[in-house]
């Protein structure tokens, strides 16, 4: 056990070292660099901010001076928002980012799982029917077109603010917009695998026995079919966490998925590896923990491994 | 027991426990469990449906997706029309520009307002309607100052019309558009057009992203599976380095390496046409491949172990057969099924890249890039959203509906409640 989970934090680091690798040589390749601007500097000026900022060196000298600043924790200083580093940058960006990640979140596992277990206790019912036809309707909208339909209705109701986050209300349509097709399909993914676990033997062992269906339920149902449902939050948390591009976008958040695409498009290279690195440590490891959490749920994976 | 109340047989009255039934081939079967889910049926209806609307609704429809009517900007598919005269219908656009228009609901033509008719201190605007002749029919006053003068502003209108004296503060009536049925975008261009235009570009990068995805995704992972042993472990390890990347991450930054490089210019142009095609598709399958590969590689594994294929190794028979005849064939049912879910996963990616801007670009159009377009006036023309985004939902709950009968029918054993 101990064996395997030092094996998979290795192969993570390895992987991280890759991606940061394949990011930082894929944004060299793309035509232009941080100081092309459509009237040209002047090349004076040009050498001395490459100087400056080191990308006179070959590149591959460039790549071994940033790998050992990352060891550091220095993610270097931003190309395109002179003054700031981007550690600075990603520090303003990300509570604004996480703390809506958060909340979509916390709604998705309050609300979406119990939808599911609901709809499967009570299946083929009128309840089941409402609750799927509200998660196939999250599942085919675009979060786009649910974040652009909820400021069209901001509009016309003033205590709804229509961008920004500055009161408490700003937070429902960004959390709605983000976290609507998690939802939906959190809540179906919980129905199906519920029902299929309502239809094993040991839950009419259990039931034979006289155990309480409460009981039948939390402890021999539920557990079992949080299985899948868990190895899809996994990689759901990393994605919510650090955001939709589309929703900042909307609703006019300076979180760091907007940083992402806007220094993606200046060509701001020490941005865009600092976003990815971010990204990419906490995907890794929300993947870490769903392999932890599966086996502690579980019994079976954790005598094979 | 009383024999007399039972009779003998006759010959041809067989009593025959074992009923002779036709034995159905495994795709028989298939459609027979599909025919029975209502559900699946209304996606696969729906999806024909769509492919009709997007390859044999361009040829019915009389506009093109790419011909801009610039006397006809922004013009619903729901006309409020003003009745100033009995013969005299009109329309004031979002744009203020004044639209004649029939009875029915068709348009007739834009009225021309002169800067000289342009009085700027009443702010009463006078339109002209002329005919082929350049002689005058009508002359519409249009009375700005509703919004500006304090004495009229708690009537609350943007304008009145006034014709031969007579001034109409309200619509009268409104009207379906007969003539851009579902109106028109920002430059004139028939959005019904668009959206079928539209609707067949997202379905190209759709299919042809899956087709591509299945064929790398077979091979690499029934290699993988087949193979076993080293290979496996440096393939499967790849897999897991290119899936450990967060996808969208690499989305962007693969569109944004291949945007104007030589290969988007050179190679993927020249197949797909200019707008960006061709990277959306490259993008999408280099992508989705990996989840294909998985799978493949996943049901190879187990069915490499059945008999028959020892029995076909026993026999000499190459290892490219074996993967052809044996193990493909008996790993379809779970292919397909992933290759239906592909199909619109990959309408979403498209679309939601096009929405950031990294899609599509004009004059091509793919719903994803509509339905951004509409999305910057949408406070103004909503239906410029409403029509691509539900076409998008609509699409998307086709596929889906289908996939999943589809799932159900080709293996029960995975039959979601």
Redesign the interface.
Known sequence: MNKYFIKKVLFSILTLIIVITLVFFMLRAIPGGPFTREKPLPAATRERLEEAYGLDEPIFMQYVIYMGNILKGDLGPSFRNPGYSVNELLSTGIPKTASIGFLAILLIIILGIPLGVISALKSNTSIDYGVMILATIGITVPSFVIGSLFILLAQNVDWIPVGGLDKPVSFVGPVIALGGYSLAFVSRLTRSSMLEVLRQDYIRTARANGLSESKVIFKHALKNSLIPVITYIGPMVAALMTGSFVVEKIFVINGIGKFFTESIGSRDYTLVIGVTIFYAIFYIFMVLLVDLAYSLIDPRIRLSK | MNKKKFKPLKSDQKLDKEQIRKSLTYWQDVWRRLRKNHLAILGLISVVIILLFATVGPIINKYEYNKQYLDYKNIPPRLEVYELDDDLRVFMSGMYHLILVSEKGELIGRFSLDDADKDLITREYTYRFYDEDETELYAVTADFSYQTDPDKADEDLLFSLTYNDVETKHSTDTVWNRTFLLGTDLNGRDLLSRVMYGTGISLIIAFAAALINLFIGVLYGSISGFVGKTTDIVMM?IV??IN???L??YV???M??LE??WFERNVLDEIFGEGGLGTIIVTLVSVYWVGMARLVRGQVLGLKEQEYVLAAKTMGVKNSKIIQKHLIPNALGPIIVTLAMMIPTAV?TE??LS??GLGISAPRASLGSL??DG?KF??TY?YQ?LIP?LT??FM??AF?FLADGLRDALDPRLR??
Do not use: E, H, T, Y
């Open positions: 390890r897991d380095i450990s990347i967060p969208l991450l962007i930054l693969l944004v390496v104007d490089s979403f679309a939601f929405f950031i339905a951004s999305a949408m406070q909503p959203l985004s998008i939902a998307m709950l889906n979601k409640g």
